[in-house]
């Protein structure tokens, strides 16, 4: 099956990564290629390596790029492995690097894939193999205070406690194995007067279990610090986020690598040594424009930042 998946962003992605030719580019989130093939036709000699976890990505991606030839790898690994994918394939400093987070039309589309609150499946919402547990397998084993904390924190979920409460009865009866069962409980836990407005009841519960079951925060924490420590002087790293969570650690990390001195004001002479690793070339985030929106509907919610490496680690090239 084709892994259709519509590139968002796709020339604010082109400009803000300016590829060069012969630039070595990192695809983190490779998808159905629709950003990498961008990315290895906007320039002479182009080479780019594309990672994905999701082995139907990366196979459906293959075929996309194969004319493409030896400019293009595509490797099955979650992005937090960029080190040991770079390593293995002798690459020092790549030129730039795109991530973009979230999961994708496909996997959301896939009823199987457990992703839909929409549909009943079963309850999986792994992005791919590397993750060690389901979501049914989370809702089994974890504390309800751990249950209620996901939700609250990662769906930003104001009834968590109760949801987890509710998650906690039905579990006793019988074990929580599919989506359409988990929205039952949602909706039952949560007050009638909460439903009537706003998005579906589930949503934000459905998004904490897919963060937690893929550890997507601490993906992306360590993919930012690899990929900037893998830019060379010069290169881009482009992200592009899907919610307030996401965009808020992009935002922090950015801001946090563009400081130099960290030192007390009252200090006459610095004493951390700290320079800054990165410039910031988006002051705010990047929109998806309305033709965007009304044509990719999954594009609204969309948050593009990008920062150019303007220091090297020591040893590099």
Request: charged residues 30%.
């Amino acid at each position: 099956m084709e892994f259709d998946h519509k590139p968002v962003l796709l020339s604010e992605v082109i400009r803000f990564l300016a590829p060069r030719a012969g630039g070595v580019y990192l695809d983190c989130t490779l998808g159905g290629g629709g950003h990498a093939q961008a990315i290895l036709a906007s320039a002479p000699a182009v080479r780019l390596i594309g990672i994905d976890r999701d082995p139907q990505a990366v196979e459906a991606a293959s075929r996309r790029l194969a004319p493409f030839g030896e400019r293009f790898v595509a490797v099955q690994a979650n992005f937090r492995e960029l080190d040991r994918v770079l390593d293995e394939r002798n690459v020092d400093l790549v030129d730039g690097i795109l991530l973009d987070l979230g999961v994708s039309s496909h996997q959301l589309d896939r009823a199987e894939r457990g992703f839909r609150y929409q549909s009943d499946a079963p309850l999986d919402m792994r992005m791919g193999p590397d993750a060690p547990k389901t979501a049914a397998e989370l809702l089994a084993t974890l504390p309800v205070e751990e249950i209620a904390r996901i939700l609250r924190e990662y769906g930003e979920e104001r009834f968590a406690d109760r949801i987890a409460r509710f998650i906690d009865q039905e579990r006793a009866v019988r074990p929580i194995t599919t989506s359409e069962q988990l929205v039952a409980i949602v909706k039952a836990a949560i007050p009638a007067r909460a439903r009537r407005t706003g998005p579906h009841p589930a949503r934000r519960t459905f998004q904490a279990l897919r963060i937690a079951v893929n550890d997507e925060l601490g993906a992306l924490k360590e993919g930012l610090e690899a990929g900037t420590r893998r830019l060379r002087r010069g290169g881009r790293l482009v992200v592009i986020s899907f919610h307030s969570l996401e965009d808020r650690i992009v935002k922090r990390f950015f801001q946090e690598e563009s400081r130099g001195c960290t030192c007390p004001p009252e200090l006459a002479v610095c004493q951390c040594g700290k320079k800054p690793r990165i410039k910031i070339l988006t002051r705010r985030p990047v929109l998806p424009d309305e033709a965007e929106v009304r044509a990719n509907p999954r594009a609204r919610s969309a948050k593009l930042r990008a920062a150019e490496r303007v220091l090297e680690e020591e040893g590099s090239e």
